[in-house]
């Protein structure tokens, strides 16, 4: 009827053409966090006259990264640059390789309060270890693009529920499917560790405290627990390997999650442990020794104070407490700022992640600053989210510095990358070039002319 | 000896007690060479700031130092006004009364802990003032106290005198309380947007008839005089402009509905608290004259929070909006700085505009814009005097001066910090503190520390954001 109006003239339909591709982009804004990631666009890049800043080593004046294959195919200073290469001036611009946060439960946790439907990183029951976080993440999440358009390229995302919660994943922040996403699908096993709590839950009047000694006990009795669930899967491939070289042997019956734990049990995978004070960080050291594992420790509040048995155990510390608050009254106010510079100089192998569930992953560079600006030097506070993590993820081949043959997860910026003043002017991924766009670049476009 | 440690933990937490924090009581500060950012009128180089009695006297190059004063050598460093936080529940004992959904009677002034160590870590991160909202439990929360954060000082030192009266209103998931689980379950009218709005408005219908009824028996209209009303008093001053309205809300229609209601009763909303999505309605807000108080980058933590976007100041700032940046966080609080810093990112709002919206900005939202919130001759001397550029990650605070007194000085927090491990030292060696098997008392159970320094409608995830 309307379109045969008299009524229908160029200019209405124009209003009208304008008012539906409004709406459809009001709709997408509202949608359930599916924002459908861009995946950017491959090419030969060459991004010429910048400070390239290697982390690895020097850091290059005036010099030119290329990009290619996805890799870094040149880097330094009297680079040329290949034929067909897309040029970027890096003029007054600097290169940092991207940023790494090694502790978040990105993609599993859309909306984490009163949205339950878009929560998968706590499975229920206590031993999850076959719960794997590369099948639980939405690459689609819109934490994805937030978080990389501030320079962060990589994270390690971590199911968090029950005592064994499960296998954490490495992933890029790039691709349509969990497996184009995937660096290390089944990195680590996080294991909650029973910590000394005199919290009893809450009852009338706030926190209930139990006393110490129950503490204390109820401590005992989960550690026992966990230590069961361990001697259970070590006896559990021991059987398997067994029926493998004696086929006479009764055939072990099969039990997933006993299975799942097999390359931790055999020290070829990482296990993680949360742990944040002292007592609870040396309890985790000789868990580790006892079960010869391969440790990490999540959280780390104190573990500069347990160097000695960190060192001694080869445990490397994800450090998660820079945006916390310190826990007792008579702790140093800068605590938790001052934990990274402790443990570099007490020899500790560590580094410094958001801990955050996915949205305020972005912040990544300002937890490193603010160690930088008590006690780490600025070199380090970088290190400590880009090749520290990556040695501690194991990926330090491929990622977090800016060498020849490595992947091109690069970020350009007008400054330091670690000061939230600085803007990310080009992003690589898998050396993509990346759109600068997300979920809050669109509202933004929306809403900023609305008069 | 780990028995002994639950007594020797209580022990030490007496002693952190603000006595130790020595409080300079001379009368004038003389801070020298420094980048001066006023907040107001700019950024001046190798200047000098005096402060006199309380007050900043002189604001000049080369300013001679009067007998007795403190000199601070401020070269190569920078200095702020006194960061000013909108939205914070530090200090208080209790956050949320949360037993109706209108509890305007209630003063979050009647629990404030002049003793909470929250207190000294935000002044080492460069916050002087502070206003300490009831929680957002309830369509229509407490009254607000608006203090200084004097450290060392009796309670009754911290309101500020003449702040005027303010209250706590809130909208949206919290006064539903859809998120609240555990021992907040118990179901409560409102349950959805549309109870929340009758709610306040049924309160307003009252406050109006109280009002009236007081007005029919002070002309002789009526002999019987009306009952005293805590609850009522309170709104009858919102109507008559006389209290301002901290309003809590996420989303841009409950914002709008609240502005709207406020219309209808003919009161001015002050601050729209969060504010997540203030940028949809931004030339409504502007219209109004309303302030909007928010997280910068804050998103995604519960449904209502989705459609948040760092660039809100940006928007709100070109409309003309009046913007602050607070915490509502004991944690957030020590860096607020950097989320000032975030704005220029984002959009691009100049650094000084940037600056006021921890400063001036959120004094004039207060109504305390005349004696803080920029350095100018006349104001408060509440200023903070930083390593480098307050918003460069890489700078610390360094001093924080309440009213001029020095209350946090990080040279002195090192010397502290000995003397504490010295006091604990020596605490460990007493009878009392030794394990009960090894003669020592019987061991106490410890109490943990309660936990009211944050809201936790607003925190419903443990506070890891």
């Not at chain 1, 361990?230 to 059987?239: G, K, L, P, S, V």
């Not at chain 1, 990358?417 to 600085?422: A, G, I, Q």
Request: glycine share 10%; with cysteine; net charge neutral.
């Amino acid at each position: 009827m309307i379109w045969r109006s008299k009524m229908l003239n160029a200019k209405c339909f124009l209003w009208l053409l304008l008012t539906v591709m409004s709406a459809s982009h009001y709709v997408n804004a509202q949608n359930d966090g599916s924002e459908q990631n861009q995946n950017g666009r491959a090419g030969t890049f060459a991004i010429v006259g910048a400070r390239i800043v290697t982390v690895s080593g020097a850091t290059i004046e005036n010099g030119t990264v290329v990009i290619q294959n996805g890799k870094i195919a040149a880097v330094g200073a009297e680079i040329s640059v290949p034929a067909g290469a897309e040029t970027i001036d890096g003029k007054g611009l600097m290169i940092f390789p991207g940023m790494i946060d090694a502790n978040t439960t990105l993609g599993m946790a859309e909306i984490p309060l009163g949205v339950p439907g878009s929560v998968d990183s706590a499975e229920t029951g206590s031993m999850n270890a076959n719960a794997k976080a590369i099948k639980g993440i939405n690459p689609h999440s819109s934490h994805v693009e937030v978080a990389r358009v501030n320079g962060i390229t990589t994270v390690l995302s971590t199911p968090v529920g029950g005592t064994i919660a499960g296998q954490a994943a490495v992933i890029n922040l790039i691709g349509s499917t969990q497996d184009e996403m995937a660096v290390v699908r089944e990195f680590g096993l996080m294991v909650n560790f029973p910590r000394l709590s005199t919290f009893g839950g809450f009852g009338p009047g706030g926190r209930q405290p139990v006393d110490f000694g129950e503490a204390v006990k109820r401590r005992d009795t989960q550690l026992e627990e966990l230590r069961k669930i361990f001697t259970a899967a070590e006896n559990y491939i021991r059987a398997k390997d067994a029926y493998a070289s004696d086929k006479t042997l009764p055939y072990p019956a099969t039990d997933l999650r006993y299975d799942a734990m097999a390359p931790y049990i055999r020290g070829a995978r990482p296990v993680m442990f949360n742990a944040e004070r002292e007592r609870d960080i040396r309890a985790v050291a000789r868990f580790v020794a006892e079960h010869k594992l391969k440790g990490i420790i999540v959280g780390g509040q104190e573990a500069w104070k347990a160097a000695d048995e960190l060192k001694k155990n080869n445990i490397s510390v994800i450090y998660t407490n820079i945006y916390n608050l310190p826990v007792l009254d008579d702790d140093d106010y800068d605590s938790l700022f001052a934990a990274p510079a402790k443990m570099q100089q007490a020899g500790v192998k560590f580094c410094i992640s958001t801990g955050n569930d996915g949205a305020e992953v972005r912040d990544l560079p300002y937890h490193a600053g603010l160690a930088g600006s008590f006690g780490l030097s600025r070199e380090d506070a970088l290190r400590s989210v880009t090749l520290y993590p990556a040695e501690i993820l194991g990926i330090s081949d491929r990622l977090g510095s800016i060498d020849v043959g490595k992947v091109a997860n690069l970020v350009v910026t007008d400054g330091d990358m670690l000061e939230p003043r600085t803007n990310v002017k080009y992003l690589f991924i898998n050396g993509r070039l990346m759109p600068l766009t997300s979920r809050h670049t669109r509202l933004f476009d929306a809403f900023k002319d609305r008069k | 000896m780990r028995k002994s440690l639950a007594i020797l933990v209580l022990m030490v937490i007496s002693m952190i007690s603000p006595a130790l924090v020595a409080a300079q009581s001379q009368t004038a500060v003389l801070i020298k060479n420094a980048t001066v950012m006023t907040a107001v009128r700019g950024t001046l180089e190798n200047t000098d700031i005096l402060i006199q009695n309380g007050k900043i006297t002189k604001i000049g190059k080369n300013l001679n130092a009067p007998v007795g004063a403190q000199v601070i050598d401020a070269s190569g460093k920078y200095v702020t006004p006194g960061i000013i936080d909108c939205h914070s529940h530090s200090m208080l004992d209790s956050i949320n009364e949360g037993t109706y959904s209108v509890t305007s009677m209630t003063r979050t002034r009647d629990v404030i802990n002049p003793t909470d160590i929250t207190i000294y870590r935000a002044l080492a991160g460069g916050v002087t003032t502070a206003n300490l909202l009831h929680g957002s439990a309830n369509s229509i929360g407490g009254q607000n106290t608006v203090v200084k954060f004097k450290w060392g000082h009796a309670v009754e030192d911290y309101p500020i005198a003449d702040a005027p009266p303010g209250i706590k209103f809130a909208m949206g998931e919290n006064p539903k309380g859809t998120n609240s689980g555990g021992r907040n379950a118990v179901p409560r009218y409102p349950r959805t947007r549309m109870g929340v709005i009758e709610t306040m408005r049924d309160a307003f219908l009252r406050a109006r008839d109280y009002k009236q009824a007081w007005a029919d028996f002070k002309s002789g209209k009526t002999k019987i005089q009306p009952r005293k009303d805590l609850e009522l008093e309170p709104l009858v001053e919102v109507i008559e402009g006389k209290r301002l309205v901290h309003a809590h809300d996420y989303r841009s229609d409950e914002a709008l509905n609240l502005m709207l209601l406020a219309d209808e009763f003919g009161f001015k909303i002050a601050t729209l608290q969060h504010g997540l999505e203030a940028y949809k309605i931004a030339p409504e807000i502007a219209k109004r004259g309303t302030g909007v108080s928010i997280f910068t980058d804050s998103w995604s933590y519960k449904l209502e929070a989705y459609d948040a976007i760092p660039y809100n100041a940006y928007i709100l700032w070109k409309n003309g909006v009046v913007v602050s940046i607070n915490s509502d966080s004991d944690e957030r609080m020590r860096r607020l700085n950097l989320d000032a810093a975030k704005v220029e990112k984002y959009g691009g709002v100049p650094e000084e505009d940037a600056l006021k919206m921890i400063t001036i900005n959120p004094a004039k939202q207060l109504g305390i814009d005349k004696r803080t919130g920029s350095i100018e001759v006349g104001k408060d001397g509440d200023v903070v005097i930083w390593t480098g550029h307050p918003f460069s990650v890489y700078s610390r605070v360094e001093t924080t001066i309440v009213e001029g007194e020095v209350l946090f000085d990080r040279s002195k927090d090192a010397q502290m910090r000995l003397d504490v491990a010295k006091e604990r030292e020596a605490l460990e060696k007493l009878d009392v503190n030794k394990a009960d098997k090894a003669g020592g008392p019987p061991t106490r159970v410890p109490t943990e520390k309660r936990l009211a320094d944050r809201d936790e409608a607003e925190y419903g995830d443990g506070g890891k954001r």
